[in-house]
């Protein structure tokens, strides 16, 4: 898409609604507390700091940082074992989309061995 004066007006006017409604409520940027890392790097993190404490919880299953950091790198160290490569593509399938097992699946394809992902909050 090629911007417009039309689309850029929109867009300044927007940005200032925001900083308008944000004032005095919100900062315009936010640092997180463990800093700025990768996705895996969040996980390893807190996985250290808070090693029991539940990740993620959906459909009555529960998986803490620790179950959430050994299955990445143990499905990371598969997927390289099979020849995936940082920059490679890799199609995840689950019939729970929201499932613990997917959420390990997706943070092993973002692993360093697969290539990192900064999270900017």
């Known amino acids: 898409m090629t911007p417009t004066p039309r689309t850029d007006a929109y867009l300044a ?21 463990a800093g ?7 996980v390893r993190h807190w996985a250290r700091q808070t090693p029991d404490r539940p990740a993620f ?11 959430l950091d050994e299955a990445t790198d143990r499905l990371a160290g598969w997927l390289e074992s099979r020849g995936v490569r940082p920059g490679d593509r890799v199609a ?5 989309p929201s ?9 092993s394809c973002r692993t360093p061995s697969c290539g990192p992902h ?3 909050r």
């Open 36 to 42: 700025e890392r990768t996705v895996p790097g969040y």
């Open 99 to 107: 499932s613990p097992s997917r959420t390990s699946t997706a943070d």
């Open 118 to 120: 900064p999270v900017r």
């Open 92 to 96: 995840v399938c689950s019939r729970q």
């Open 13 to 33: 006017d927007l940005r200032a609604r925001w900083a308008k409604a944000r004032r005095g409520r919100q900062p315009g940027t936010t640092t997180h507390r």
């Open 57 to 67: 919880v959906a459909h009555g299953q529960a998986l803490t940082y620790r179950e």
